[in-house]
Each structure stands twice: as structure tokens, then as C-alpha cells.
């Protein structure tokens, strides 16, 4: 009757679902109210309960009332991957005998290393995701990922997810949201099952939390989240987080908290440039042609595109979606005038231009000078770095030629600005301080 139940949760899960997941359960029997099923890795079992545990067991009850709980193991003699002959350590395998309780979100299945493209904004990122995907020694703990909205981060998570479930298939790796993490500990607080949360957190091997800014502010989740990172540092577990900033940067979090995440190996993802949008439209458009094969694109479409749509990439993507979609239905080939037509308020959104009196007014705020002292004639070391930083920042966010900047700042020559740029791009790499005020005034203005 398994059989049966397999084909009703085709038509509820759908095909591809269903091949992925539900296809290769297999079910063992019914013990104690019990509906046990065989899965090849924890990992799949914990997906598994986590994403249709209530759908199959509903579907059972559907033909036998006595099932109350399904149940999803890895045999503990189970046939590893071909290749993998070496014994599972006896921990290993008296985990996998217990209940699949961890809870992993669910893991997007267009999110792996292949579909992501590697340019030099995101190259280290990449390569650390890489390095912690492989599963070899723990060598930085955490890794600490961080950077604006959609600029990879989910993606990369997933990914290692993806790779580490090849590579270390009896692992029990844990993805969740730091939004997840609060909502399952208050669920436990509230359901009197601590003792079932702080274990079931504590034996993961490895622990992803994403957008952990989440946490700022919310006290006794902050408290748990430490608990458990600490505990699972000091077994040597594997942890990955993210963030949208730097963990020193992230208001209402806990200095413990940021001291310990800035522990391991912290590295961002920068904004896209033009070659990486361009790099990501040119890979997306290869994975569309099978889906439009009929469909023709115009020279020069991709690259308008990568100059005048953000550095968000998820703006990016749908902009081509939006556009392909499009062309489909009107059946016309994609020109820069259907591209233009198409995409108007898209494109008239990412125009927001930042203009070189809002630098200029950040900056001077920013190291508390005022703004006639910014643009006035003092030399005075005190002024000239804010002036250069304020430079910089003209050149990198706006599309002003340096006279014209030079202009702006009480009539100075394009050489004393070209001086400007180069020094800070200069002191940019040595000096931190100058790092990192960059980088703050660059969010705020482009926030
Ligand atoms: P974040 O979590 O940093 O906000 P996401 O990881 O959700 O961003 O990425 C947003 C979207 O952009 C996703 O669809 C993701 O696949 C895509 N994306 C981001 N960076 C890349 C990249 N380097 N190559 C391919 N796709 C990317
Ligand atoms: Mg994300």
C-alpha cells in the first residue's frame, strides 16, 4: 500500500518533489504507532520530516488511523555511496539510529556552487565557502559571511549545504534563518522542551545561521544562540553565519557575541561590479535558452543591462526574467528597445543617483567638520581627509567627471582632485580606519 500512498503524494508534492524526496523513502513498517521509513542520509531525513513529515503522515492516516508519528532513519548498516568503504564511527552511527529531529529549512535547489558566479567582488567569499564545503579539519571558526542584500550570501549557504551533503553524507548539517533559530527556541520555551532544543542544537555537525542581524536586540534568543555556538565551537563543529554587516558593525548585538563571531575567518561580498553582472547575466541566459529555445537576443542587451541595473543581483535576475518572459509572449526578439520598453520603472529605479552635495554632507557629518569647512581653501589635515574621502566617494558613486567634482568642491583643479582619489584609494588598503569609514559612509549613502 506504500505504493498507493507514493502516488497520492505525486499529485500533492509535485514531480520534482517527488522524485527528489519521497521516491527514494523507504518504508519499513509500522512499530508502535510509529511509521518508520529508510532514508540513505540524515541529512535527506531531516529534510524530509521537516518539509512533508505532516503531508505523508496525513496521507497515511488516510488509510490507518493508528499511525500517530512517522519516523525517518538512515540503517545503521546502510550501503554508503559506492566509493565510501571506510566504517562510520560508532557516534555516527548510533546518531543516525535516533529520532530526525533537527530542524533544517529547506535548501534551494538552484543555490550550488555550479550556478554561482565567481568574480573578483566575491571571490574570497566563494573560496572560504569552498574550503568549509569540502568538510576536511575545522581550520577557521566560525566563517562569518557578510555583505548588502542579494549579493549571495543565501546562495553561497546553500551551496555548502548542497556540496557537504556529497561529500560528508553522514553529517548532520543544519541550515536555518536566524529569524528560524528565535522562533524554534521560543516554541520550545514555550512548549516547556529546552532540554530537547539545547540537545538537538548541540549534537549538529555543522550549524548555518543566516542573517543573524536578526538576533540584535532579542535578548534571551541572543543568550541561547550563544550558548549553543559556544558549545559547539568547543566540540569543534563546524559554524557558518551571516550577516548583512560586519559583526563589530551590528547594533544590539551582544559584544560577546561579536567578539566570538569575529573568532574565525570573517570575509564580504562586495557589490557586484560590471563584470560580475555581466558574468551572471551571460550564465543565466545560457540556463533560459532551454527553457526558450525558440528565443533571439540582440548584441549589446546584456551589457546595457549590467551597466544600468544595481549591484543587487536578485534585481538583476528579475529584470532577465521579467524581460524573457516577455519576449516570449510578444514573440519578438530581445532588442535594447524592447529591453527599454520592458524594463522602464526597473531601470528608472536603480537611476537613483547619488548627487555630490549628499557626499559631501555625509562626509562632513560624518567626521563632525562642517561643510564650508569641507569645500572652503583650509589645507589643514583635519579638512583635507574629509575632503579627500568626500572626492573618492564622488568619483566611485557618481558618474561626474573630476573637473566637474573639482568644481563642486569651491572650484578646485582636476589634478587636486585626481590627488584626492588616488591617496585614499591608497590609504583605502592601509590604513583601517579609512576602511572602514568608508564603508560606512558608502552604505549609508547608498542605503
Ligand atoms: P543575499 O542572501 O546576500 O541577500 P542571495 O544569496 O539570496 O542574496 O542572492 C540573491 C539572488 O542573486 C539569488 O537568486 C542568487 O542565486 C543570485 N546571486 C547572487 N550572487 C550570485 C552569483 N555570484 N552568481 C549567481 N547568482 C547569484
Ligand atoms: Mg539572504
Not at 177 to 188: I, L, N
Not at 248 to 274: A, F, M, W
Request: glycine share 6%; hydrophobic share 40%; with cysteine.
Amino acid at each position: 500500500e506504500w505504493g498507493q500512498l507514493k502516488q497520492d503524494l505525486r499529485s500533492t508534492v509535485g514531480a520534482s518533489n517527488y522524485k527528489n524526496w519521497i521516491e527514494p523513502l523507504d518504508y519499513v513498517g509500522v512499530t508502535d504507532g510509529i511509521a518508520v521509513f529508510h532514508v540513505p542520509t540524515s541529512f535527506m531525513g531531516n529534510y524530509v520530516s521537516q518539509n512533508f513529515g505532516d503531508r505523508i503522515l496525513y496521507q497515511i492516516n488516510q488509510m490507518s488511523s493508528d499511525v500517530r508519528r512517522v519516523q525517518f532513519k538512515v540503517p545503521a548498516n546502510a550501503p554508503r555511496r559506492p566509493t565510501r568503504t571506510a566504517p562510520q564511527p560508532e557516534a555516527a552511527a548510533a546518531r543516525q539510529e535516533d529520532d530526525m529531529l533537527i530542524p533544517t529549512a529547506p535548501l534551494d535547489e538552484r543555490f550550488t556552487f555550479e550556478t554561482f558566479v565567481v568574480g573578483k567582488p566575491n571571490e574570497l567569499a566563494h573560496a572560504a565557502a569552498k574550503r568549509v564545503a569540502e568538510g576536511g579539519p575545522v581550520t577557521f571558526n566560525p566563517l562569518f559571511l557578510y555583505g548588502g542584500v542579494g549579493l549571495g550570501k543565501t546562495h553561497l549557504m546553500h551551496a555548502i549545504a548542497w556540496e557537504l551533503q556529497e561529500n560528508r553524507p553522514e553529517l548532520n548539517v543544519v541550515y536555518l534563518s536566524a529569524e528560524q533559530f528565535m522562533y524554534r527556541f521560543v516554541q520550545a520555551l514555550r512548549d516547556r522542551k529546552m532540554m530537547d532544543f539545547k540537545q538537538m542544537f548541540r549534537s549538529v555537525d555543522v550549524l548555518m545561521v543566516d542573517d543573524v542581524q536578526f538576533i540584535a536586540g532579542k535578548e534571551s534568543t541572543q543568550e541561547e544562540f550563544f550558548h549553543t555556538f559556544n558549545a559547539l565551537v568547543d566540540q569543534n563543529k563546524q559554524i557558518i553565519i551571516s550577516g548583512d554587516r560586519a559583526p563589530g558593525e551590528i547594533k544590539n548585538l551582544e559584544e560577546r557575541i561579536k567578539s566570538r563571531l569575529q573568532c574565525g575567518l570573517v570575509v564580504d561580498l562586495h557589490p557586484t561590479d560590471y563584470e560580475l553582472r555581466l558574468g551572471i547575466l551571460q550564465s543565466k541566459v545560457d540556463r533560459y535558452r532551454a527553457q526558450y529555445p525558440d528565443l533571439d537576443m540582440a548584441d549589446g542587451v546584456l551589457e546595457f543591462l549590467a551597466h544600468r541595473i544595481s549591484t543587487n543581483v536578485r534585481v538583476l535576475e528579475g529584470a532577465l526574467t521579467r524581460l524573457f518572459a516577455f519576449a516570449s509572449l510578444v514573440k519578438q526578439e530581445v532588442t535594447l528597445e524592447l529591453t527599454q520598453d520592458c524594463l522602464a520603472d526597473v531601470l528608472r529605479a536603480s537611476e537613483r543617483k547619488i548627487s555630490i552635495e549628499e557626499i559631501q554632507r555625509r562626509v562632513a557629518e560624518h567626521y563632525n567638520i562642517r561643510l564650508s569647512e569641507m569645500i572652503g581653501p583650509k589645507r589643514l589635515r583635519n579638512f583635507a581627509r574629509p575632503r579627500q574621502v568626500a572626492m573618492y566617494l564622488c568619483k566611485q558613486l557618481t558618474s561626474r567627471s573630476l573637473p566637474e567634482i573639482g568644481r563642486r568642491f569651491g572650484g578646485r583643479d582636476h589634478t587636486t582632485v585626481m590627488h584626492g582619489v588616488k591617496r585614499i584609494d591608497e590609504l583605502r588598503i592601509q590604513d583601517a580606519q579609512i576602511a572602514e569609514d568608508l564603508e560606512i559612509l558608502r552604505r549609508t549613502l547608498e542605503s
